[in-house]
C-alpha cells in the first residue's frame, strides 16, 4: 500500500510560477512511476505529465514547456513546477502511483494509488 499526499496548491495570479509536491511514506517510492493529473470543475480528470523508474517523462500538449516534473527518491518525494500559470490551470491536481509501469504513462487508471488533490487556482 503507498499513501500519496500532495501540497503546494494556492491561489497565485497568471503568469505566476507553482511548485507542487507528492510525497509517500513508503519504502518503496524509487520502483513506482509517479503521474500527476488534474480535474478542473465539471471536467473529466486530465493528464498533466508524469516521470517513470528510470525518469523518462511524458507531458500534456497544454502544459509542455511550462511544466516540469521530477523525483527525488531519497525523501520520497515527486515534484511539478509549473510556470506562466493560466487561468485555465485551475484545477485540483492529483499525483498517482503505480508500480508495474515501466514507462510513464497518460491513462489514469493504470494508476494504482491516489492523492487526495491540492487546489491550484489561478486568478487572472
Known amino acids: 500500500q503507498v499513501e500519496l499526499v500532495e501540497s503546494g496548491g494556492r491561489l497565485v495570479q497568471a503568469g505566476d510560477s507553482l511548485r507542487l509536491s507528492c510525497t509517500t511514506s513508503?519504502?518503496?517510492?524509487?520502483?513506482?512511476?509517479i503521474g500527476w493529473f488534474r480535474q478542473a470543475p465539471g471536467k473529466e480528470r486530465a493528464f498533466v505529465a508524469a516521470?517513470?523508474?528510470?525518469?523518462?517523462?511524458e507531458y500534456a500538449d497544454s502544459i509542455k514547456g511550462r511544466a516540469t516534473i521530477s523525483r527525488d527518491n531519497g525523501r520520497n518525494t515527486m515534484y511539478l513546477e509549473m510556470n506562466s500559470l493560466k487561468p485555465e490551470d485551475t484545477a485540483v491536481y492529483y499525483c498517482?502511483?503505480?508500480?508495474?509501469?515501466?514507462?510513464?504513462?497518460?491513462?489514469?487508471?493504470?494508476?494504482?494509488?491516489w492523492g487526495q488533490g491540492t487546489q491550484v487556482t489561478v486568478s487572472s
Open positions: 498517482a502511483a503505480n508500480q508495474a509501469l515501466v514507462v510513464p504513462d497518460i491513462v489514469a487508471a493504470r494508476y494504482d494509488y
Open positions: 513508503g519504502d518503496t517510492f524509487s520502483s513506482y512511476s
Open positions: 516521470i517513470s523508474v528510470s525518469r523518462i517523462t
